[in-house]
């Protein structure tokens, strides 16, 4: 009985979850950390809206020592009472990642959001400044929307950026779904 109420109320709050599942997103935040200056510093790291219907995200991170960007760790969290982890922690070998897209179907999934207005297009190793350069928030919206199906509220997509096994950068975007 007790299990059959357990399974009820699982039931019941799954239908609550898809019947919120989102529709649209909006980004509402990047926000750019170095966290050694003598290795890297954030040149620029903004949203920016041109008008209502084009809004874009643009970085620069200039690297001051030759990387070894390696790893990278993800997380996605949800704010309820402040931000809480929601569904995704991960540490991906950045490098392996992307010289076999398909090992890393989440990290690909990432780096296919960027890398066509970015010069972080290719393999390692990445030995010159890191740039993103206008990359339309709708065309993110998309990709989101489409492949992602989650309910309803402020998200932080929060990404650490190893080097020689030190974080160096964190990048956190802030979007919602309605
Ligand atoms: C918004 O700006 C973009 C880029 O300048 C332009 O192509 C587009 O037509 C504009 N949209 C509106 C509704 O003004
Ligand atoms: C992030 O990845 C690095 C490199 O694998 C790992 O040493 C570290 O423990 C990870 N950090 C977190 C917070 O998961
Ligand atoms: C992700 O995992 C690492 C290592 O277990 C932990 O330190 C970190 O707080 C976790 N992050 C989130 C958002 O849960
Ligand atoms: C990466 O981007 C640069 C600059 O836009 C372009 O010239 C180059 O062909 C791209 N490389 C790949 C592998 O797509």
């Known amino acids: ?12 709050m799954l239908l609550a979850l898809i019947t ?7 980004f509402t935040n990047v926000k750019c950390t170095s966290w050694d200056n003598a290795f890297d510093n954030f040149e620029y790291c903004h949203l920016k809206s041109v008008n209502r219907s084009f ?3 643009s970085l620069k991170v ?4 030759l990387p070894k960007l390696r790893f990278v760790n993800f997380s996605l969290l949800k704010r ?7 569904l995704y922690n991960i540490t ?11 090992s890393n179907p989440i990290f690909n999934f990432f780096h296919g959001l960027f890398k066509k207005h970015s010069n972080m297009n290719h393999t390692c190793p990445f030995n010159h400044d890191l740039i993103v350069e206008k990359l ?25 950026w190893y080097a020689y096994g030190i974080n160096r950068a964190t990048v956190d975007f802030f979007y919602s779904l309605s």
């Open 1 to 12: 009985m007790c299990k059959l109420i357990g399974l009820m109320s699982n039931i019941i």
């Open 20 to 26: 919120e599942i989102a529709s649209m997103v909006e």
């Open 55 to 57: 809004k874009y995200l």
């Open 62 to 65: 200039n690297l001051h020592k």
């Open 80 to 86: 309820y009472n402040g931000y809480k982890p929601f």
């Open 92 to 102: 991906v070998d950045a490098c392996k990642a992307l010289r076999h897209p398909k």
């Open 136 to 160: 339309p928030t709708n065309f993110m919206n998309q990709q989101v929307s489409g492949d992602l199906k989650f309910p309803h509220g402020d998200y932080l997509f929060h990404s650490d």
